[in-house]
């Protein structure tokens, strides 16, 4: 008797919370109309930022091209007159990218970024693969200040050896020497 009235009081409990939903204002979200915002580190299309100064960032060192998972990032390396290094011709696969956010873990340059930006669907494959000029925004993304030539420990535009952030004028060893 005691289990034929548990059921009953269970049964009750779901039917009330059910008639409960009954008189609620219905709450959904029409879309393309309404778009909810989305936090700012959701993982969809991929950028290529610049650098405080308005250069680019990437230095084309293939690290988000390693770590790629499904290998849809290729790139050609070349370097400026001043010394800084930067992507000849930088290339995503969107048809393949599963948007784990591992290339902009890897990059130390805080260019490759992953965007909010989820509205990327297309019916020609084709067209998913994106070049460099695709890529490349005017903004530096989520990192506003970081610049890495000033860290570089590298002679560019941005500085000489020693004079970057945190260093020291480098020693001139054969003055050690006896
Ligand atoms: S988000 Fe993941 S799959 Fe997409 S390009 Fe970056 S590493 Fe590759
Ligand atoms: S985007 Fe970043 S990790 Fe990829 S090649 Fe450029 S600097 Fe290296």
Redesign the pocket.
């Known amino acids: 008797m005691a289990s034929v009235w548990e059921a009953v009081v269970a049964l009750a409990a779901g039917f009330a919370t059910t008639f409960k939903h009954l008189f609620r204002k219905p709450i959904t979200e029409q879309y393309p109309e309404f778009k909810r915002p989305l936090p700012a580190r959701s993982r969809a299309r991929i950028v290529?930022t610049r650098d405080p100064d308005g250069a680019e960032?990437?230095?084309?060192?293939?690290?988000?091209?390693a770590v790629c998972p499904v290998s849809c990032?290729s790139?050609q390396s070349a370097e400026r007159q001043d010394g800084r290094r930067y992507?000849d011709w930088f290339r995503i696969n969107f048809a393949r990218c599963i948007y784990c956010g591992l290339?902009e873990e890897?990059?130390?340059?805080s260019?490759?970024q992953l965007t909010p930006d989820f509205e990327n669907c297309r019916r020609d494959i084709l067209t998913l693969v994106y070049e460099k000029e695709d890529l490349l925004v005017d903004s530096c993304g989520k990192d506003t200040e970081y610049n890495f030539y000033k860290y570089a420990g590298v002679t560019t535009d941005v500085g000489g050896k020693g004079t970057h952030a945190k260093e020291e004028t480098p020693v001139d060893v054969k003055s050690n020497m006896p």
């Open positions: 290529l960032r990437c230095v084309a060192c293939y690290l988000c091209s990032i790139m992507a290339c890897a990059c130390p340059t260019a490759i």
